[in-house]
C-alpha cells in the first residue's frame, strides 16, 4: 500500500509581519549613490572627519608605529594643499582639530605642531603628479613591512587580492628614510599606470603605501593591502600558493577593484568608530 505524503506548505506571512512589508518590493544588492556634498566646506569636514577617523581605525588594526606613518586628504579649495597628522600625535587620540593643512612647499597654514618630514616628502609629490588622487595612506605595519623586504610582487592569490590585481607597484629603490622630494617623486612615478594611478606600492624594506580618489578608499586600500600582503605571508610560509589565473583575475577585479566598495566597506567600520569615541570628530 502506497504511503501519501502530507506537505506542509508554508502559511502566508502573518498580518504584522505584512505590514512591515516594502510596498514595492525590489531586487536591491547595492548601494545608493552617495549624494554630492553642498558645498565646498561640506566637502572639506567630510574630509577631514574620514581622515581622522582612518588614523584611529589604523590604531585599531596596530599600523601605529612611533612616530612613522601618516595619511594625507587633498583640500577640495586650496587643491595644491592637503591636511595631515600632526608628529607625535599617537593615532589612536587625533582628532579633526589636531589636523594640519599644509601648502605644496611644506609649510603649516592651520596647525601649531610639528609635521613629519616625511609625509611631506612623499606625499607632496603624490598630490601633485596625480591631480585625481584625493588622499594617500602610509605606515610601519607589521606585514606590509615584513612582506616589502622579499623585494616581489604583490601575487594575486584570492578574491580579495583581485582587488590589486595589477594595481600595486613595486618600488625597489630603498636609500633610508624618505626625507627629499626627489624620492616622493620616484614613489609618484612608480604609481603612475599607462592609464589612471595605481592602488598602491610596495615600498622594498620599508612597508606599503595606497591612494586613492577618496579618504574612504585609500584608507581601505591600506587595510585590505596589509592584509593581502599577511595572506601571501602565511601562504608561502606554508607551502607553494596556487595563483588565480590571469582571465579570473583580471574579471574579477573588474567586478570587485571599484573605489565604490572600498568606501563603504571604510563606512562600515568608521559608523562603529564615531559611536564609540565621539570625540574623534571635536
Known amino acids: 500500500m502506497s504511503a501519501i505524503l502530507s506537505i506542509e506548505r508554508p502559511s502566508a506571512a502573518p498580518r504584522g509581519l505584512r505590514e512591515r512589508f516594502n510596498a514595492a518590493p525590489r531586487q536591491h544588492y547595492w548601494f545608493e549613490a552617495p549624494p554630492a556634498r553642498p558645498s565646498v566646506e561640506a566637502e572639506r569636514r ?16 596596530g599600523f601605529a608605529q612611533g612616530l612613522a606613518g601618516h595619511i594625507t586628504a587633498r583640500d577640495p579649495e586650496l587643491t595644491d594643499h592637503f591636511w595631515v597628522n600632526p608628529l607625535g600625535v599617537h593615532f589612536s587620540r587625533i582628532k579633526v582639530s589636531d589636523l594640519l593643512l599644509v601648502n605644496a612647499r611644506g609649510e603649516t597654514v592651520i596647525g601649531h ?17 596625480h591631480p585625481g588622487v584625493v588622499a594617500a595612506a602610509h605606515t610601519h605595519s607589521t606585514f606590509g ?60 624594506n620599508h612597508g606599503i603605501l595606497t591612494a586613492g580618489p577618496t579618504v574612504e578608499a585609500a584608507a581601505w586600500w591600506y587595510i585590505a ?24 583575475a583580471r574579471h574579477t577585479h573588474g567586478q570587485i577593484g571599484g573605489p565604490e566598495g572600498a568606501l563603504h566597506a571604510f563606512e562600515s567600520l568608521y559608523e562603529g568608530l564615531v559611536q564609540s569615541e565621539p570625540d574623534v570628530l571635536e
Not at 49 to 59: I, K, S, W
Not at 149 to 176: I, K, Y
Not at 225 to 236: G, R, Y
Open 46 to 61: 567630510h574630509r577631514q572627519e574620514r581622515l581622522a577617523g582612518a588614523f584611529r581605525l589604523f590604531a585599531r588594526f
Open 113 to 129: 605642531r610639528p609635521l613629519n618630514k616625511a609625509a611631506f616628502a612623499i606625499h607632496a609629490a603624490i598630490h601633485e603628479r
Open 145 to 204: 613591512k615584513a612582506f616589502s623586504t622579499l623585494g616581489q610582487p604583490l601575487a594575486t592569490l584570492t578574491q580579495d587580492s583581485c582587488v590589486f590585481h595589477g594595481d600595486v607597484a613595486l618600488f625597489d629603490d630603498f636609500t633610508g628614510m624618505v626625507v627629499d622630494t626627489s624620492e616622493g617623486d620616484r614613489i609618484a612615478q612608480a604609481l603612475a599606470k599607462d592609464v589612471g594611478v595605481a592602488k598602491g606600492a610596495i615600498l622594498k
Open 225 to 248: 593591502l596589509d592584509n593581502a600582503c599577511h595572506t601571501q605571508l602565511l601562504a608561502q610560509a606554508a607551502g607553494t600558493p596556487q595563483r588565480i589565473d590571469e582571465a579570473t
